[in-house]
């Protein structure tokens, strides 16, 4: 959806009710004072993001505001000034052209960098035992997270993809395993003076590969709040197969008795498909549950996504979010 952003010059000085008044030895004619649509929610929202009680006594938010502006580039001289007129639901600015042009980078998605994510996914294996117990308590969520943390549990395989908000990437590390699904039982070549099979061929007829090692697949959208994300994923972990063999004996010309191989792969793997929300920067539990070959551990799934910068490190700041305020 197309965003509007409405910016209304205005030709007076906001009142302090609305954006504080701008000082008699200030330099006007270098101020200008704008307008600016954002959805009534935004005391609330950008509250909660910088944090503190939202008491509106003595504008304290206001002051925070300014502060967490400031934190993305925009100043605030003397004689600026922020605020929320609630009877129409506008923004009020008073600054600088050059601030000005600053602060409305910053809200508007036109002119906004693109961001990227790293999606990370761990399959970590606990002790039978420790789920035991977490399950009695009925805390094993948070549990495992606090298990996780503090170094318990092994790590199984922990693939990462760095994508953009509407993309599908996938990452894998595997071998290839092609095996034999059909066979079919070749000529009898003869038989000895007993009756015995002299010999026989056994012949695979069809096959399949079947790719063994990690696999992440991932598509991400960032929800309008832009520190909210929907993720779904297909991430697997697929073990070295086991061989059964489904052959047969013979007895040869020699009366020895030999065996028709025609072996059959068994895969164990843990895998899982769904589609999850999470706030960006955080980690959750995804699933898991699943036993290992041996029954003595229980795999689980941790999901991580974190926005990243082009150079790849951790964007913290909530950006993002302002996005939403603005109206569409």
């Not at 000082?23 to 929610?41: C, G, H, M, Q, T």
């Not at 095996?179 to 061929?201: A, K, R």
Request: proline share 5%.
């Amino acid at each position: 959806m197309k965003k509007v952003f409405c910016i209304i010059f205005v030709a007076f000085v906001l009142s302090a009710s609305a954006a504080g008044p701008v000082p008699k030895d200030a330099l006007e004619d270098k101020f200008i004072a704008r307008l600016y649509n954002v959805r009534r929610s935004f005391p609330e929202r950008i509250q909660k993001v910088i944090g503190g009680s939202g008491s509106s006594k003595d504008d304290p938010e206001k002051t925070a505001w300014k502060t967490f502006f400031e934190s993305m580039g925009v100043k605030w001289p003397t004689g600026s000034s922020l605020g929320y007129i609630s009877a129409i639901g506008k923004l009020a600015v008073i600054n600088t052209a050059e601030n000005l042009q600053i602060f409305e980078r910053i809200i508007s998605a036109r002119d906004y960098a693109p961001s990227q994510f790293e999606i990370e996914v761990q399959f970590v294996a606990f002790e039978l035992t420790q789920i035991a117990e977490l399950a009695k308590r009925g805390m094993i969520s948070a549990g495992l997270l606090e298990m996780w943390k503090k170094g318990d549990g092994e790590l199984i395989a922990a693939p990462r993809v760095i994508t953009r908000s509407g993309s599908e990437s996938v990452t894998k590390g595997v071998t290839e395993y092609t095996y034999p699904t059909e066979f079919t039982l070749g000529t009898i070549l003869g038989t000895n003076d007993i009756g015995g099979l002299i010999g026989s061929v056994i012949e695979p007829s069809g096959f399949e590969m079947r790719e063994v090692g990690v696999i992440l697949e991932v598509a991400t959208e960032v929800l309008p709040e832009g520190y909210m994300m929907d993720i779904t994923l297909t991430p697997q972990v697929v073990e070295p197969p086991v061989w059964k063999d489904y052959g047969s004996d013979y007895t040869d010309t020699k009366g020895k008795t030999q065996h028709a191989k025609m072996l059959q792969p068994f895969f164990h793997a843990y895998s899982i498909n769904t589609c999850v929300s999470l706030a960006v920067g955080s980690r959750i539990l995804v699933g898991g549950g699943m036993p290992s070959p041996d029954r003595k551990k229980v795999v689980y799934i941790f999901l991580t996504a974190r926005r990243i910068d082009l150079r790849g490190r951790e964007i913290k700041s909530p950006h993002g979010f302002l996005s939403e305020i603005v109206e569409e």
